[in-house]
């Protein structure tokens, strides 16, 4: 027996069929660049904005937000959201912690989700960007929170962590390659509908992706020095 409420899962049952997905370095370094560059951009009246402003007319002309076709993008845009994701991954959790013996997933989900809220809403406050619906483009507005987008950088994070826990303990291929879809292509779905129906502009999903990968290194990286470490010694000891 183990002692602790949280212990090393053992090898995986099933082979890895994609990467758990950490973040390189270099793809690390350039969502710090491109985040910054943007951010700089923007709150110095730069050609990005105009590209926003270009954008947002284009997409309000369309009128999807008072379209039959509004259901079915909003539902896209859920794909990023808090809700949706948290659901799956309590299954996912829950699962790991019967099946595996481990609270470990939870932990990282927890971690992560900490430092989501903390970090965004912190960027948020701090640029106060006016959304799209909003009767002009403002920074430092007292009804500004569009920037940068939470829903993108919710799915970039949180579909990257469940992406890691389905390979690291070695779930069945499908539900590895569907995480993997999930963390791709997920984010990419609620940046679009998110802007299609002119809730953000381009660049609030822009910085959100860059947002979300330099978060899901974050977690890694604390993983590595701190929570994994701290389960194997807890592992390693012996109850009395």
Excluded: C
């Amino acid at each position: 027996m183990t002692s602790g409420v949280i212990r090393d899962a053992g090898p995986a049952e099933n082979a890895r069929v994609v990467s758990v997905g950490r973040p390189p370095w270099w793809l690390l370094v350039a969502a710090a660049l491109v985040g910054g560059l943007v951010t700089v951009d923007l709150v110095t009246r730069g050609s990005l904005e105009r590209m926003d402003l270009r954008v947002s007319e284009i997409v309000s002309d369309w009128g999807l937000a008072q379209s039959a076709a509004y259901p079915v993008v909003w539902a896209v845009t859920q794909v990023g959201g808090r809700v949706t994701i948290l659901a799956v991954l309590a299954v996912l959790v829950g699962y790991l912690a019967w099946r595996r013996r481990t609270w470990l997933p939870l932990v990282r989900v927890l971690l992560a989700l900490a430092l989501l809220t903390v970090t965004v809403y912190a960027i948020k406050s701090g640029t106060g960007r006016t959304a799209p619906g909003f009767p002009g483009s403002f920074f430092f507005h007292a009804d500004g929170a569009s920037f940068p987008s939470g829903h993108v950088a919710n799915a970039v994070l949180m579909w990257g962590v469940a992406r890691w826990q389905a390979v690291e303990y070695g779930l069945p291929a499908r539900v590895q390659r569907s995480f993997w879809v999930l963390s791709v292509a997920g984010p990419v779905a609620t940046g679009m509908a998110m802007v299609s129906l002119d809730f953000h502009w381009v660049t609030d999903a822009v910085v959100g992706a860059a947002v979300g990968i330099l978060l899901l290194g974050v977690v890694h990286a604390l993983d590595a020095v701190v929570l994994s470490r701290w389960v194997r010694a807890h592992a390693g000891r012996q109850s009395a």
